[in-house]
C-alpha cells in the first residue's frame, strides 16, 4: 500500500470534511433554539414537535433524502421558490449534501444540548437578572457559557457523524465526483467497481482514522471547557 | 419608607403580607423556615408577582396589580443576596463583581469598586474563581456584587443560612459595617434572633404566610408574639443608650439608658456611641425598695406598667425605667411576695456580665 493518498481520496476527503463543517454551521444554531424551546419554553404542540426533531433518529436516511427531494426539488414548494426567487437550486450540490447531512445530524446535537441547558442552574440566571441583566444579554453573558460543554459536544458529534452520512447524501445530493463524493460514498463506489478493493480498504482506514480522531478531538475540548467553567 | 402589602396564593401555601418600614434601616423578616420569608422577599425582588397588593419604595412604585405596574426585575434596582452564593462559575471575582456594576446606569453610580472591595476585604482575591474560595468569601462576594449593581435596597436571604457558626462571625461584622457605612436600605430574612438583634432597626414577625406584627425592634421585643416565637429564654428588653463612660480596666462601660445608667461589660467602643443593650428578662431581679450589700452593680429605678402571664408558667413585668422598659422574668411567689401594681415605684437589678451590648450605629436614620 502507497502511503500518500491519490487526488480522488483528497477529494473524497476534502468534501466529507466540508460537507460536515458546513452542516454543523448551518445546523448549529437552530439546533440551540430547538434546545431552547424544548426545555424552556412552555408551548401547545411540544411534544409533537419533540418528536419531530427525533424523526431522523428513527426514519431510513434514505427517506429522509427522499423526503428532502420532494421538498427542494425544482417542482418541490421550497425548491420551486428558491429557483423562482434566487435562482438556486440545492439537490445535487455539495450545499444540498450538506443539508442532507444536517437533518440527520441535527437530533443528536439537540439532545446535547438539551442536557447542558438541563444542567444550567436557574439560580444563576435569577442572579443575573437582579443584577440587570436582560433576557438576551442575560442568555449570551451566562446561559450560553454554562451550556457550552453541551454545545461543543454536540457539534463535534454532529462534525464526526456527519463526515459518514451516507443515505440521505446519495439520495438527495447524489454521488458526483468533487461534488457530493465523501468519503462514504467514495468508499461505495470503490466496493462496486472491479478490482476496487484495495481502494475500498484504504478509504475504510481513513474514515476509521478520521472518527477515532474526532472523538479524541471532542473529549479533549470538552474537559478544557469544563476546566475553564470549574466544574 | 419600604411599603409592601401583598397577597400570593402557591400550591399549599398562601401568604398575605402588608407592612411598612421605614428607609434607610434595616427590615429583619423573622419568622420560622416555611413561614413565607423567601416568598415575601421574591415577591419585593419582583422574581415572583403576587395576585394582588403592591410594593412601594420611597415613593417608586415597584408593583401594583391593580394599576398594572410590574417593574421588571432587571430594572428594578434591587440587590438580592440569595442563601446560596450564586456566583458566576466562568468569571473570576473580578469578573462577577464588574457583572452589576456594569450594566447599572452610570448616574445611580455611587457606590465605587474600591469602596466595595476594602469594605468586604476581597482585594486579594479578586483574580480568583469561585470554586477557590471558602464559604464565607463566597457569601462576601455575593454581597459585593449586590451592592456594585447600585441598588435602591437589598434584599439578604438568610446569607449566613449556609455557613457554620465561626463563618457566621466572620461576615456579620460586614453586615453590620454595611448598615454603618451605606445608606441603603435593607431586608433581612433571618429565623436566628441574634442576628436580628444586631442588624436590624425594624422587625416584621411572619408566621404560616400572616405577619402576625411589626414595628421598631425596642418596641417589637415587649411583644407577646415575638415572646412566642423565640421562647421564654431569650425573652428581653432592647434598649437604645449612649457609652458615658469607658472603664478599659474592667473592660466595661457605663451607658445611659432612659433616666438610668448602667454598668454593662462592653469593650470596643467609644464614648458617645449608640449601643444596643439586650437585657433578658431571666436576669433582671426586681426589688421593692434600694437595695444594699448585693454584688449587683446596676439599680434601675423604675414604676411597674404591665404584669402577665408569659404563657410559660412565669410571671412577665414590665418596668418603665423612664422613656424605655425593662423586662422581668419572676416566678409566681414572687408575684405574691412583691405584690407589684401598674405605677407602683421598683428597682430593677442587672448584673453587668449579664447584658449583652454592640455598637449599633446607623447611617441617614435619626434614632
Partial sequence: MSGAL????????????EVAARSVAFSLPLAVLAAWLLTRVRFPGRMLFDAFVHLPLVLPPVAIGYLLLLLFGVRGPVGGWLRAHFGIAVPFTTAGAALATAVMTFPLMVRAIRLSLDGVDRGLEEAARTLGAAGPDRFISITLPLMLPGVLAGAVTAFAAGLGEFGAVITFAGNVPGVTRTLPL?????????????????????????????????????RRVRRYLGN | MLEVSVRKQRAGFSLSASFAAPTPGVVA???????????????????????????????????DIRAGVAVPVEQRRIGYVFQEPRLFPHMTVAGNLR??????????????????????A???????????????????????????????????DEPLASLDVARREEVLPYLEALRERLSIPIVYVSHQFEEVLRLATHLVLLEAGQVVAHGAVDEMCLQPQLHAMVGPELVGAVLEGVVARLDPAQGSAEVTVGRGTLVVSLSDVEPGANVRL?????????????????????????????IRDDGYGAILVSVDIGGAIVLARITQNAVHALAPKPGNALWALVK????????FRLTGADR
Fill in chain 1, 186 to 222: 467514495a468508499l461505495y463506489t470503490a466496493m462496486q467497481l472491479p478490482g476496487g478493493e484495495r481502494m475500498a480498504l484504504r478509504l475504510a482506514i481513513l474514515s476509521f482514522a478520521l472518527g477515532i480522531l474526532g472523538l479524541l478531538a471532542s473529549e479533549l475540548l470538552v
Fill in chain 2, 99 to 120: 457583572y452589576g456594576e456594569r450594566r447599572a446606569a452610570p448616574s445611580a453610580r455611587v457606590i465605587c469598586f474600591e469602596e466595595v472591595t476594602t469594605l468586604l
Fill in chain 2, 352 to 359: 453587668a456580665v449579664s447584658t449583652r451590648g454592640h455598637a
Fill in chain 2, 278 to 306: 439586650q437585657l433578658l428578662a431571666r436576669d433582671v431581679i426586681l426589688a421593692i425598695q434600694p437595695v444594699q450589700g448585693l454584688s449587683v452593680r446596676n439599680a434601675l429605678a423604675g414604676t411597674v406598667s404591665t
Fill in chain 2, 122 to 156: 476581597l482585594d486579594s482575591l479578586l483574580e480568583r474563581r469561585p470554586r477557590q474560595l471558602s464559604g464565607g468569601e463566597r457569601q462576601r462576594v455575593a454581597l459585593a456584587r449586590a451592592l456594585l449593581s447600585q441598588p435602591r435596597l437589598l434584599l439578604l
Fill in chain 1, 6 to 17: 491519490t487526488a480522488a481520496e483528497i477529494d473524497a476527503l476534502r468534501l466529507s470534511l
Fill in chain 2, 29 to 63: 423578616l423573622f419568622g420560622r423556615s416555611g413561614s413565607g420569608k423567601t416568598t415575601l422577599v421574591e415577591l419585593i425582588s419582583g422574581l415572583l408577582s403576587p395576585d394582588s397588593g403592591h410594593i412601594l419604595l420611597d415613593e417608586a412604585v415597584l408593583t
